[in-house]
Nanobody, 120 residues
């Protein structure tokens, strides 16, 4: 069974920074694209950023130039460096990975989420 565990959330003042981590564990062949999503209270889940296995990246316009997604394939871990945080970034941040369990067999795996609150 493959698990994703997020960490690094918390309370930060506007303009501050946080770094989220998403670590994969279990038995699998490889991890393909990894993605961060967020969901604010009363709103739909929103795509934040994605990174491929070769570290090509893509960002939502709302976070571009403030957030940086990265990954360490040796550690099976993805990161989200969040700078210049705004109150509207407050949400539960979740990660998703496309995990190849064996050659040609892939599934989506989700983490449980970590709360990020931006407030003075």
């Amino acid at each position: 069974q493959v698990q994703l565990v997020e960490s690094g959330g918390g309370l930060v003042q506007p303009g501050g920074s946080l770094r989220l981590s998403c670590a994969a564990s279990g038995s699998f062949f490889s991890i393909n694209t990894m993605t961060w999503y967020r969901q604010a209270p009363g709103k739909q889940r929103e795509w934040v950023a994605s990174i491929t296995s070769s570290s090509d990246t893509a960002y939502a316009d709302s976070v571009k130039d403030r957030f940086t997604i990265s990954r360490d394939n040796a550690k099976n871990t993805m990161y989200l460096q969040m700078n210049s945080l705004k109150p509207e970034d407050t949400a539960v941040y979740s990660c998703k990975a496309i995990v190849e369990l064996s050659v040609g067999t892939a599934q989506n795996v989700w983490g449980q989420g970590t709360q990020v609150t931006v407030s003075s």
